[in-house]
């Protein structure tokens, strides 16, 4: 699977790819893309890069997750990409905000492998 994980933490970035790669035995078919922020990622994603999974933090410099949401899915080729928000914004209000701008599920922080995996899971039942 091909990953893309946004946040402005390299631990937490890290410490997602670790509990992924646990999950999926360190599959080598895996690949991993990182972004410090929404502005970043754009960057990347216009290279048309193929992602199957987005993993975005809300809360970040220069362009935060909702703003990058929204961007992504006015692109054809990202319009249908599963992504998963990955934050501290744990108010009910904060949750209907980001689905509305197009996330497809949403868990809050501390980091919970099993959680995420879970996630990844009812996007990807045969992962």
Same mark, same amino acid.
């Given at each position: 699977m091909k990953f893309f994980i946004i946040d =402005? &933490?390299?631990?937490?970035?890290?410490?997602?790819?670790?509990? @992924? &790669?646990?999950?999926? &035995?360190? *599959?080598? =078919?895996?690949s991993f893309t990182e972004a410090n922020d929404g502005m970043e990622a754009l960057t990347i994603i216009k290279? &048309? @890069?193929?992602?199957?999974?987005?993993?975005c933090d809300w809360n970040m410099p220069n362009m935060n997750g909702i703003d990058f949401v929204k961007v992504l899915r006015k692109l054809d080729k990202y319009k249908e990409t599963k992504l998963l928000m990955v934050t501290t914004e744990s108010d009910r209000k904060n949750v209907l905000m980001a689905i509305a701008a197009g996330v497809n599920d949403y868990i809050t922080k501390p980091i919970d492998g099993d959680k995420?995996?879970?996630?990844?899971? *009812? %996007? %990807?039942?045969e992962a």
């Open positions: =402005d &933490s390299p631990v937490t970035r890290e410490i997602i790819i670790k509990e @992924i &790669s646990k999950k999926r &035995s360190s *599959n080598p =078919d895996d290279s &048309s @890069i193929d992602i199957d999974i987005i993993l995420i995996w879970l996630k990844i899971k *009812n %996007f %990807f039942p």
